[in-house]
């Protein structure tokens, strides 16, 4: 089978991108409105675009009723931000909090999730999630009424002293969740070790 992608509708475009690039890492992003409303939402499509300078990637893409959802919204009235790492145990959590809310209503106190102070930034973390990135937005990169690219400056890091093991995050003890395609989602329990090549 091969397709033509100027023949593909949207939706069927992003059922081909999100049904093999998999697993995903999920940003639950926390972000604060004008009037400080907490909101927070997961973000699959997220990475990292540099390390000298530390800037994260995270790609907005419209849903099926907003052009700009809150979090997009939020960044840019307070360019500050959260990216909360999602462990196993906080999948039905984060899933829930991509329920469309007005933005007067934070998904903290809909869904139960308990917050914890910043270190550097105005929006709250997720208090159980084991790694936080604060950031600060860098760019906006505005690709097509069907997609931007939001850059952000990462200006602190906590991380559960639980997971440090010979200096580094141990990924096992972190239990990361991944985004498959649909509803699914992978844990990240079974690892395979391959040594890079000299």
């Known amino acids: ?47 990292v675009a540099s390390v000298n300078p530390p800037v994260l990637a995270v790609t907005h893409i419209p849903s099926r009723t907003q052009a700009e959802k809150d979090t997009l919204k939020n960044l840019r009235t307070n360019p500050q931000c959260v990216i909360n790492i999602v462990s196993a145990n906080q999948i039905q959590q984060a899933n829930a909090s991509s329920q469309p809310l007005a933005n007067n209503e934070s998904e903290f106190k809909q869904f139960d ?38 850059l952000l400056d990462l200006i602190g890091v906590f991380v559960d002293d639980n997971l440090i093991k010979d200096g580094l995050i141990d990924s096992a003890q972190l239990d990361a969740v991944g985004k498959m395609g649909g509803d699914d989602y992978n844990l990240t329990r079974e690892l395979i070790k391959a040594k890079r090549p000299d």
Do not use: H
Request: glycine letters at 4%.
């Open 113 to 150: 999730i308990t917050s914890t102070p910043s270190q550097q930034v105005e929006p709250v973390s997720v208090a159980d999630s084991k790694v936080r990135y604060e950031c600060k937005l860098r760019d906006l990169v505005s690709i097509s009424a069907g997609g931007q690219l939001i």
């Open 1 to 47: 089978m091969f397709k033509f992608v100027s023949e593909l509708s949207p939706p069927e475009i992003y059922r081909y991108l999100v049904g093999a690039i998999v697993p995903r890492p999920i940003a639950w992003i926390s972000t604060q409105n004008a009037e400080g409303v907490q909101n927070l939402a997961p973000y699959s499509f997220f990475t």
